[in-house]
């Protein structure tokens, strides 16, 4: 007992972040504030300037080892452990570990070769024709079929919606068209209950609770068949059984349009075509990464985004003017002419000032708020933490975008400016790559950044050109502490008709 409280003061001491507990460590803290984890890692990170080190397990040896957290949002730390030693700074067994039932080996979850040859298969997937062939087929043709529609539909009724529940079902049906050539339309009046959906989410978030455990109490739980672990075990059960049906369709479709001489473009059928004889297994796992890259993450960051205009109505003028001046140009001076179908490549593309709104968005509101690394050999970071073989690094990205020394004393407000270039024409982007993270950066950098700014840019554009929008009075907007930065309640808002600048005043953007 002795020398474990002389062991635990010595340990205490060379910690730098937030008060550790006898064989706890940091884990009363992080309970403490589950409600507010991502703020409070931010308090922490602006405390100890940058970079901090915490033990999950005030355990001999392990918390020198697995139980050792480096947190830390330096841009320079960044740089070193996304790009500079990328090798020694994989997902790693842990991470692996606690989301091997629900993503696999997939593209998220796996490192060396097996990442590599997904990567390099699914880069092919992003290139710009496919986006302009995958925005212009699942992208518009569902906002101007759907989202528009039922817009309207809940203007005229006077009903307030859950826009992020429309913007979910808009990007899970964009998805699945980019991933499998197929747009369930989940985004359709009446807004139907969707199985797939529903289990997906449960098993996000039951993996999720795996991670605020030690390992050995979760395995326990699944092996035991206890409490969450039983909700991740039917979800993951429903989701496989969904895209296994998808992949079988897809086989036959494939052989049946080989004989044809036809071609598919989406992901899977990519796949397929490089190697026959890949299991329902890997290609669900193929699948399922990509619809969980691309569905939740942009259509939280447009919760946001829309969130953000609500509260900061001169933001909202500065992108109305904007976007008519640019249809001014390329539609002539009718409004009508710009709502008669959704934006064009070449219209989007100019679009700045919508861009670094969206980018200003990401900066406060991350959709993947942390995320972590594996250390293979002992390494030293650029600010001197020296980080131990074994432990694990977690690098923020929510306090990347929320670090005072980066972006100044003004960074908690939304402020678009920021992102452009002196003259204001153009979009200048960060400073330094490595202080805004939100597509994570280096060799693992978003493959979907370009399709989801694209996609982001035109639902955007679609609905401010036709409706301003007010919360719902009563509505919380609340951070949900998941994989993903959701709104706890969703976003409830009244959809108003939106009075557009015309002539003169939208060509001279005044
Ligand atoms: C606003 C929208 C988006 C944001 C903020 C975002 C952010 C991110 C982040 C932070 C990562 C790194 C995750 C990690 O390694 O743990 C990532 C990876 C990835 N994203 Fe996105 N993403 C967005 C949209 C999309 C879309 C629409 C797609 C696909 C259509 C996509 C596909 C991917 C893929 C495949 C990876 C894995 C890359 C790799 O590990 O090599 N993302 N994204």
């Known amino acids: 007992m002795v020398a474990y409280l002389i062991w635990f003061a010595r340990i205490r001491r060379s910690l730098t972040g937030p008060r550790v507990w006898p064989l706890l460590?940091?884990?009363?803290?992080?309970?403490?504030?589950?409600?507010?984890?991502?703020?409070?890692?931010?308090?922490n990170l602006t405390m100890c300037k940058g970079t901090y080190q915490t033990c999950i397990a005030a355990v001999p040896y392990l918390a020198r080892m697995q139980g050792l957290v480096t947190v830390t949002c330096d841009p320079r730390n960044l740089e070193h452990i996304l790009k500079t030693r990328f090798?020694?700074?994989?997902?790693g067994p842990t991470w692996q570990a606690?989301?091997?039932?629900?993503?696999?080996d997939g593209i998220f979850n796996s490192d060396g070769d097996t990442w590599r040859f997904q990567r390099k298969t699914a880069a092919l997937e992003f290139t710009t024709r496919t986006l302009r062939q995958a925005m212009a087929r699942w992208v518009s043709r569902s906002i101007e079929n759907r989202l528009v529609p039922i817009l309207a539909s809940c203007q005229l009724k006077n009903e307030a919606v859950d826009l992020q529940d429309l913007l979910l079902r808009l990007t899970f049906d964009n998805i699945c068209g980019l991933a499998?050539?197929?747009?369930?339309?989940t985004l359709r009046p009446g807004l139907p209950f969707n199985g797939f959906a529903w289990a997906f989410d449960r098993a996000t978030e039951a993996t999720l609770n795996r991670f605020i455990l030690p390992a050995i109490i979760w395995k326990l739980k699944k092996w035991l068949g206890l409490g969450l672990e039983v909700n991740l075990r039917e979800s993951v059960k429903q989701v496989d059984k969904y895209l296994d049906d998808v992949i079988c369709k897809r086989k036959l479709e494939l052989s049946s349009q080989q004989e044809r001489g036809a071609t598919h473009d989406d992901l899977l059928s990519r796949f397929m075509?490089?190697?026959?004889?890949y299991?329902?297994?890997?290609?669900?796992?193929?699948?399922?990464n990509f619809i969980l890259a691309g569905r939740d993450t942009s259509s939280v960051a447009l919760s946001w985004f829309f969130w953000l205009l609500t509260q900061h109505p001169r933001v909202e003028g500065e992108i109305i003017q904007e976007i008519s001046r640019v249809l001014t140009e390329t539609r002539g001076r009718d409004p009508a002419a710009w709502v008669s179908r959704a934006l064009e490549f070449e219209e989007v593309d100019r679009l700045v000032y919508l861009k670094a709104a969206l980018s200003e968005t990401l900066r406060l509101y991350p959709s993947v708020p942390e995320d972590s690394k594996h250390v293979v050999a002992d390494d030293v970071l650029p600010d001197g933490t020296f980080v131990p073989a074994g432990s694990s690094v977690t690098y923020s990205i929510y306090s990347a975008g929320r670090n005072p020394a980066v972006w100044g004393a003004d960074f908690l407000e939304f402020k678009?400016?920021?992102?452009?270039?002196?003259?204001?024409k153009g979009f200048a982007g960060p400073l330094d790559p490595y202080a805004f993270v939100s597509f994570n950066a280096g060799p693992r950098i978003c493959l979907g950044k370009d399709l989801a700014y694209l996609q982001m840019k035109v639902v955007a554009?679609?609905?401010?050109?036709?409706?301003?929008?007010?919360?719902?009075?009563?509505?919380?907007?609340?951070?949900?502490?998941?994989?993903?930065?959701?709104?706890e309640q969703g976003l409830k808002v009244h959809v108003h008709p939106r009075v557009l600048p015309v002539g003169e005043e939208a060509a001279l953007g005044t």
Request: hydrophobic letters at 40%.
């Open 25 to 43: 460590g940091s884990l009363p803290g992080l309970f403490q504030n589950k409600h507010r984890m991502h703020d409070w890692i931010a308090e």
């Open 87 to 91: 090798e020694n700074y994989p997902k």
């Open 98 to 104: 606690v989301f091997h039932d629900l993503l696999g």
């Open 180 to 185: 499998f050539g197929k747009d369930p339309e």
């Open 273 to 277: 075509r490089k190697k026959e004889g």
């Open 279 to 288: 299991s329902n297994e890997f290609l669900r796992h193929v699948a399922l």
């Open 416 to 424: 678009p400016e920021r992102w452009l270039t002196p003259d204001k």
């Open 461 to 487: 554009a679609s609905v401010l050109l036709r409706h301003s929008l007010t919360v719902a009075p009563g509505h919380v907007v609340q951070q949900k502490m998941s994989l993903t930065l959701f709104m």
